[in-house]
């Protein structure tokens, strides 16, 4: 029943409901910083009912009503995820050209252009349900600076193989109890998609739930050639289900000239992000030469 609500339900609202019963069957107050990042949610959409939505001020999109719940993840209802769009919004202001890998309904899209008409962003995802709602968020929001792509971003171009959790389509351990729901997803590399559509990001968002080293091994030419600042969510146990490691993805950083950092903008030792275990969200910036 575990993996069934694991693979029917979002990541974030499964911890969400977890958190919700231990509650419940405890009789604990909510989390205070859930309810303080409410009350600033509520302010803010003050007389926005669903399924419009004000994700921080200057920043309100009419969305697809399958998109609401996920976006609020982003407001409060799930304060790691609030932590990553802050830090997001905070440290993209001089960006001007997002590549959103596995960008879902397009949250981190949106947020991207909504503060700026002559940003552009490249939206990416393989799943034909979240696609979507992707294409409804766009069209209702950014037409015009939001180029939407459906497919699976690695280190190859072909075909991939993966399953649906939720609405997300994963490769990272496919087969065994998934063999039975395995679809063919098309797949293309990075540079290849960038350079298609004559593209140059100086933002990357990767979220891929353990496909990323595959990802950036497809972005290599592009990451070499603009040197944009990445933010990426790491899976570790996934990473290690596709046959990779935490120490190969250390090795690319390093190749590259980049530097890991925390959302708060602290480094983070090489040794000490090769050893992690939960899922983390980082950021990777180019070291500047000397």
Same mark, same amino acid.
């Given at each position: 029943m575990r993996r069934l609500l694991k693979q029917a339900l979002p990541p974030f609202f499964y911890s969400w409901l977890r958190s919700f019963v231990h509650l419940v069957r405890y009789k604990q107050p909510l989390d205070p910083q859930v309810e303080d990042l409410k009350r600033?949610?509520?302010?803010?959409?003050?007389g926005c009912n669903a399924p419009k939505l004000v994700l921080r001020a200057g920043l309100r999109f009419r969305l697809h009503p399958e998109s609401v719940e996920s976006f609020k993840a982003f407001c409060y209802t799930y304060p790691p995820m609030v932590e990553e769009m802050d830090a997001f919004l905070r440290l993209t202001t001089g960006g001007q050209r997002l590549l959103d890998v596995g960008?879902?309904?397009?949250?981190?899209?949106?947020?991207?252009?909504?503060?700026?008409?002559?940003?552009?962003?490249?939206?990416?995802d393989a799943s034909p349900i979240a696609f979507a709602r992707l294409l409804y968020n766009i069209h209702q929001n950014s037409p015009r600076q939001v180029v939407p792509v459906e497919c699976a971003l690695s280190s190859e171009s072909g075909t991939v193989a993966m399953h649906?959790?939720?609405?997300?389509? =994963? @490769? $990272?351990?496919?087969?065994?109890?998934?063999s039975g729901q395995v679809v063919k997803m098309i797949s293309q590399r990075g540079d290849e998609l960038c350079q298609r559509l004559a593209f140059e990001p100086d933002v990357i968002k990767i979220d891929v739930e353990g496909h990323e080293i595959k990802v950036l091994k497809g972005l290599e030419t592009t990451i070499a050639a603009t040197r944009p600042i990445i933010f990426l969510e790491v899976h570790?146990?996934?990473?290690?289900?596709?046959?990779?490691s935490l120490g190969d993805l250390v090795s690319?950083?390093?190749?590259?000239?980049?530097?890991?950092?925390?959302?708060?903008?602290?480094? =983070? @030792? $090489?040794?000490?992000f090769a050893k992690a275990r939960e899922d983390i969200r980082v950021v990777l910036s180019p070291v500047a030469a000397n």
């Open positions: 600033v949610h509520d302010t803010l959409n003050s960008a879902l309904h397009g949250v981190f899209s949106l947020a991207f252009v909504g503060s700026d008409p002559g940003r552009r962003a490249v939206a990416v649906y959790e939720w609405e997300h389509a =994963v @490769a $990272a351990g496919t087969g065994g109890e998934n570790p146990l996934r990473i290690q289900q596709e046959q990779d690319m950083f390093e190749k590259w000239g980049y530097e890991v950092l925390n959302l708060e903008g602290r480094k =983070v @030792a $090489a040794d000490e």
